[in-house]
């Protein structure tokens, strides 16, 4: 049975913000898209519906950054980390914080002593087969670390803050989006603005305004830290005996059901351990309904996965649940179809593109598949991006989404200093400010990439 309700009231809502550019959502594209479009001039609002920045790398503790690195197997040149820029300087703030580590450029080989060394921090190229894989470029960090980072670079760029204050409507006139109206504890907000950025990882505000999007499902996860952890003894058991201890995971990776090779990682904070885990499937990341049903069921399985762990696995003897992450980890919702759809082949194939603004591990995002279809002065930038259910399966990692946002607030001062739509800005001057701002726009291909000529591609 269904009900609804209708109010017939007038609403009048206050302009709390007039400006060139509003970022929706303070997640790592977002944060780095307000900082990018700060940078370059602009006047940037930046509004969040949580208390703290950095979005599933922080309050959804997605403690590991990959998907940096074109490995380039097989080839003189050896892996080539891609993903750059803001990105970058996050890491090199956390890490003066004490709150990243990853390995040096030399410890970046295929071999037992350096997997030994690196394996449990997250820095292993799990797509590869065979044993020991490869030790590549990742960052395992602190979320707190992240959060104290993202304020800062927030902070130093004069960007206008707003936290606590939850997207509810786009503004539309005449096919631009106008700005945006916010849910506060205040009642109703609004933001006027010249551009709008999409960051909201579900594609709200784009959808609100009437663009295409299809909706698709993935995993989610109640991702959880443990405390007091002998991680030395864990990982000295693991390897002097290797029998006993695979038997043992796998009898902890069913008790959890559903995990990743490695259902516990080492963090910057000595004792404690990351499990990203239980990964569970049939979950709308949309529906309050879905993620209640979700917390509970996660919360059960790693109450489940740590009594099992004190009781059987060395070095986990005095473990206490540290927590749940502040949010659920929601893998897909929403994706936008607009000027470019990116194909599962384009990504497999690491397709190059000519209009290329950022990359991913081995594969490319063109600047189209950051823009809607008639709407103007918008632009979106995360995991919500352009692109087939599949094909963001594979292209939706963190430090991807970072430069994603870093290109799109290059992208919006671009149009405005030049009075164009979004859709025809240069894009040679979005890849040029890139470079100047130490990020990698992939305009030129790698030695492996997957290189057409308009009429290959057309045929």
Same mark, same amino acid.
């Given at each position: 049975?269904?009900?609804?309700?209708?109010?017939?009231?007038?609403?009048?809502?206050?302009?709390?913000?007039?400006?060139?550019?509003?970022?929706?959502?303070?997640?790592?594209?977002?944060?780095?898209?307000?900082?990018?479009?700060?940078?370059?001039?602009?006047?940037?609002?930046?509004?969040?519906?949580?208390?703290?920045?950095?979005?599933?790398?922080?309050?959804?503790?997605?403690?590991?950054?990959?998907?940096?690195?074109?490995?380039?197997?097989?080839?003189?040149?050896?892996?080539?980390?891609?993903?750059?820029?803001?990105?970058?300087?996050?890491?090199?703030?956390?890490?003066?914080?004490?709150?990243?580590?990853?390995?040096?450029?030399?410890?970046?080989?295929?071999?037992?002593?350096?997997?030994?060394?690196?394996?449990?921090?997250?820095?292993?190229?799990?797509?590869?087969?065979?044993?020991?894989?490869?030790?590549?470029?990742?960052?395992?960090?602190?979320?707190?670390?992240?959060?104290?980072?993202?304020?800062?670079?927030?902070?130093?760029?004069?960007?206008?803050?707003?936290?606590?204050?939850?997207?509810?409507?786009?503004?539309?006139?005449?096919?631009?989006?106008?700005?945006?109206?916010?849910?506060?504890?205040?009642?109703?907000?609004?933001?006027?603005?010249?551009?709008?950025?999409?960051?909201?990882?579900?594609?709200?505000?784009?959808?609100?305004?009437?663009?295409?999007?299809?909706?698709?499902?993935?995993?989610?996860?109640?991702?959880?830290?443990?405390?007091?952890?002998?991680?030395?003894?864990?990982? &000295?058991? %693991? =390897? #002097?005996?290797?029998?006993?201890?695979? /038997? @043992?995971?796998?009898? $902890? *990776?069913?008790? +959890?059901? !559903?995990?990743?090779?490695?259902?516990?990682?080492?963090?910057?904070?000595?004792?404690?351990?990351?499990?990203?885990?239980?990964?569970?499937?049939?979950?709308?990341?949309?529906?309050?309904?879905?993620?209640? &049903?979700? %917390? =509970? #069921?996660?919360?059960?399985?790693?109450? /489940? @996965?740590?009594?099992? $762990? *004190?009781?059987? +696995?060395? !070095?986990?003897?005095?473990?206490?649940?540290?927590?749940?992450?502040?949010?659920?980890?929601?893998?897909?919702?929403?994706?936008?179809?607009?000027?470019?759809?990116?194909?599962?082949?384009?990504?497999?194939?690491?397709?190059?593109? #000519?209009?290329?603004?950022?990359?991913?591990?081995?594969?490319?995002?063109?600047?189209?598949?950051?823009?809607?279809?008639?709407?103007?002065?918008?632009?979106?930038?995360?995991?919500?991006?352009?692109?087939?259910?599949?094909?963001?399966?594979?292209?939706?990692?963190?430090?991807?989404?970072?430069?994603?946002?870093?290109?799109?607030?290059?992208?919006?001062?671009?149009?405005?200093?030049?009075?164009?739509?979004?859709?025809?800005?240069?894009?040679?001057?979005?890849?040029?400010?890139?470079?100047?701002?130490?990020?990698?726009?992939?305009?030129?291909?790698?030695?492996?990439?997957?290189?057409?000529?308009?009429?290959?591609?057309?045929?």
């Amino acid at each position: 049975m269904s009900d609804t309700l209708t109010l017939n009231r007038s609403e009048t809502i206050p302009v709390v913000a007039d400006c060139d550019v509003v970022v929706v959502g303070g997640g790592p594209a977002g944060q780095t898209a307000a900082v990018s479009a700060a940078r370059n001039g602009a006047n940037v609002v930046l509004c969040e519906r949580y208390h703290h920045l950095g979005g599933m790398a922080s309050g959804g503790q997605v403690l590991v950054l990959d998907d940096m690195v074109n490995p380039r197997y097989g080839s003189d040149l050896g892996p080539e980390i891609v993903t750059t820029g803001i990105v970058s300087e996050v890491v090199e703030r956390m890490d003066r914080l004490d709150g990243a580590v990853f390995p040096p450029p030399e410890d970046c080989i295929k071999s037992w002593e350096m997997w030994k060394k690196w394996s449990r921090w997250g820095a292993i190229d799990f797509h590869q087969t065979g044993m020991p894989q490869p030790i590549i470029h990742a960052v395992a960090f602190d979320p707190d670390a992240w959060k104290r980072v993202a304020l800062d670079l927030v902070r130093e760029a004069g960007v206008n803050l707003r936290l606590h204050s939850w997207f509810s409507e786009a503004l539309v006139e005449d096919g631009k989006i106008t700005g945006v109206i916010l849910q506060t504890k205040m009642g109703r907000q609004a933001v006027r603005a010249k551009m709008v950025i999409d960051a909201t990882g579900d594609l709200d505000v784009a959808a609100s305004a009437g663009a295409e999007f299809l909706t698709g499902q993935f995993i989610v996860t109640t991702v959880f830290r443990l405390a007091d952890v002998d991680t030395d003894k864990a990982t &000295a058991f %693991e =390897y #002097e005996h290797p029998e006993k201890y695979k /038997k @043992l995971d796998r009898e $902890a *990776r069913r008790v +959890i059901g !559903g995990a990743w090779g490695m259902w516990w990682l080492k963090t910057p904070l000595p004792g404690i351990v990351w499990c990203n885990c239980p990964h569970m499937p049939g979950y709308d990341g949309m529906s309050p309904e879905h993620m209640v &049903a979700a %917390e =509970y #069921e996660g919360r059960d399985r790693m109450q /489940k @996965l740590l009594h099992f $762990a *004190r009781a059987n +696995i060395p !070095g986990f003897e005095n473990a206490k649940m540290l927590g749940a992450a502040e949010q659920m980890g929601i893998r897909q919702t929403r994706l936008l179809q607009g000027e470019y759809v990116v194909t599962k082949k384009d990504v497999t194939s690491r397709r190059w593109f #000519e209009d290329s603004v950022c990359r991913g591990r081995d594969y490319y995002t063109p600047y189209r598949a950051l823009l809607p279809k008639g709407i103007d002065n918008l632009i979106v930038a995360g995991r919500h991006y352009s692109v087939e259910s599949d094909a963001q399966k594979t292209s939706r990692e963190i430090p991807p989404c970072m430069s994603q946002g870093e290109a799109a607030g290059i992208a919006v001062v671009q149009a405005l200093q030049a009075g164009v739509a979004l859709r025809d800005v240069d894009v040679s001057g979005i890849q040029k400010q890139m470079r100047a701002q130490g990020a990698d726009p992939g305009d030129q291909p790698a030695s492996n990439a997957l290189v057409q000529t308009t009429e290959e591609i057309e045929a």
